[in-house]
Antibody, heavy 118, light 107 residues
Framework: QVQLQESGPGLVKPSQTLSLTCTVS??????????WSWIRQPAGKGLEWLGR???????NYNPSLKSRVTMSVDTSKNQFSLKLNSVTAADTAVYYC??????????WGQGTLVTVSS | DIQMTQSPSSVSASVGDRVTITCRAS??????LTWYQQKPGKAPKLLIY???SLQSGVPSRFSGSGSGTDFTLTISSLQPEDFATYYC?????????FGQGTKVEIK
């Protein structure tokens, strides 16, 4: 069964870049026709879809993030990554990585809390 | 973006009760509606996709219905492990958007 695990700094300073990596285990990130997604959830609030990447490198991003977000994939390491630049306190949230056959994520990581603070 | 509105925001119920949660989309989404269950400190768990298809391993007391703009999630007989927050998500168009959640609490 596929498992996903987020990793990265838990504290990021305002205006800097948030960088997270998701490691996929239990299967190759390149097998099957899956998209690899990022979703976030501020404390006590709802879920926001950030974007997805296919193993070809093709991406779809949430327009609400404008040009701040970049996703990449490293098939040799079975990982995919999220970069969000110019962060503010509003970007403080639990960040989840997930697998999706299309738009609907089915397998999720456990989530990692990222706090934006000086 | 398509707005998803859930009702109620919270519901108090007892073990064995039938619970129904409603999700309304701001425009038609055919049957591209997903339901998730989330427990505190945990990632969301996929329950139902395509409005009414039960994800593998999910108990049959969970069911979903609807199409177009109005959808429902029903728990036929609430169990202790079902106390959680439930989210709907539209998968019809980008960006996918979620409802604000419905918390199912113990009465």
């Amino acid at each position: 069964q596929v498992q996903l695990q987020e990793s990265g700094p838990g504290l990021v300073k305002p205006s800097q870049t948030l960088s997270l990596t998701c490691t996929v285990s239990g299967g190759s990130i390149s097998s099957g026709s899956y998209y690899w997604s990022w979703i976030r959830q501020p404390a006590g609030k709802g879920l926001e879809w950030l974007g997805r990447i296919y193993t070809s490198g093709s991406t779809n991003y949430n327009p609400s993030l404008k040009s701040r977000v970049t996703m990449s994939v490293d098939t040799s390491k079975n990982q995919f990554s999220l970069k969000l630049n110019s962060v503010t306190a509003a970007d403080t949230a639990v960040y989840y990585c997930a697998r999706a056959a299309d738009i609907t994520p089915d397998y999720w990581g456990q989530g990692t809390l990222v706090t934006v603070s000086s | 973006d398509i707005q998803m509105t859930q009702s109620p925001s919270s519901v108090s119920a007892s073990v064995g009760d039938r619970v129904t949660i409603t999700c309304r989309a701001s425009q038609g989404i055919n049957s591209w509606l997903t339901w998730y269950q989330q427990k505190p400190g945990k990632a969301p768990k996929l329950l139902i996709y395509a409005a009414s298809s039960l994800q593998s391993g999910v108990p049959s007391r969970f069911s979903g219905s609807g199409s177009g703009t109005d959808f429902t999630l029903t728990i036929s007989s609430l169990q202790p492990e079902d106390f959680a927050t439930y989210y709907c998500q539209q998968a019809n168009s980008f960006p996918p958007t979620f409802g604000q959640g419905t918390k199912v609490e113990i009465k």
